[in-house]
């Protein structure tokens, strides 16, 4: 299997544009997350699917991040405007969900977004 | 909600000699247990994991961990680390629904 396969490995941008990363999910997985990393916060759950379904968003930031997942092996996230302060990795991880703790997740490569 | 500490924000150690890194969880239910590997640039990669029985559990690369229920903790050994074993860990604990949380990781240096 290729694992969970995230583009662009690299983004930089300036202020104000908008930025669409993208999670293609290991395929057979139902649930799949976006994380964000930065050294003050650590690992942040931004989203949560399950089923393409977003269950959980309490973690997106603001109403300037979105993320959409139209079908099983394809989802994206989207920051517009992007700011410097949403400068972090981006990881997207996949799990096969049977709804408990013990599912695992894998993990994609991540995205290192700058905005300058 | 249950949440991890890592004590040790980073740790060198000898190549050959042996590694311990620390992870202390809190959650009030029986927690599943995971250890991560980040190398530089890349993503996270499972260690291993601990969800029932055998509170010893091997991992990948050489790695082991110990469930202590007694002392909340879940930590990673290696008998003898690699150049290769350079990395960021992480320690995640998981309740009984989708969540993971993260500690805030332990950088490994392996000096020559």
């Known amino acids: 299997d290729a694992g969970v396969i995230q583009s662009p490995r690299h983004e930089v941008t300036e202020m104000g544009q908008e930025v669409t990363l993208r999670c293609k999910p290991i395929s057979g997985h139902n649930s799949l997350f976006w994380y964000r990393q930065t050294m003050m916060r650590g690992l942040e759950l931004l989203i949560y699917?399950?089923?393409?379904?977003?269950?959980?968003d309490s973690g997106m930031p603001e109403d300037r991040f979105s993320a959409k997942m139209p079908n099983a092996s394809f989802s994206t996230l989207k920051i517009q405007p992007s700011e410097p302060r949403d400068s972090a990795v981006y990881f997207c991880a996949s799990s096969l969900q049977t709804g408990t703790g013990t599912d695992t997740q894998y993990f994609g490569p991540g995205t290192r977004l700058t905005v300058l | 909600a249950q949440s991890v500490t890592q004590p040790d924000i980073h740790i060198t150690v000898s190549e050959g000699a042996s590694l311990e890194l620390r992870c202390n969880y809190s959650y009030g239910a029986t927690p599943y247990l995971f250890w991560y590997v980040q190398s530089p640039g890349q993503g996270l990669q499972l260690l291993l994991k601990y969800f029932s029985g055998d509170t010893l559990v091997q991992g990948i690369k050489g790695f082991e961990a110990e469930f202590k229920r007694s002392q909340s903790s879940f930590n990673l050994r290696k008998p003898s680390v690699h150049w290769s074993d350079a990395a960021e860990y992480f320690c995640a604990v998981g309740g009984n629904d989708y969540k993971l949380s993260f500690g805030a990781g332990t950088t490994v240096t392996v000096r020559a």
């Open positions: 699917f399950n089923n393409n379904v977003p269950i959980d």
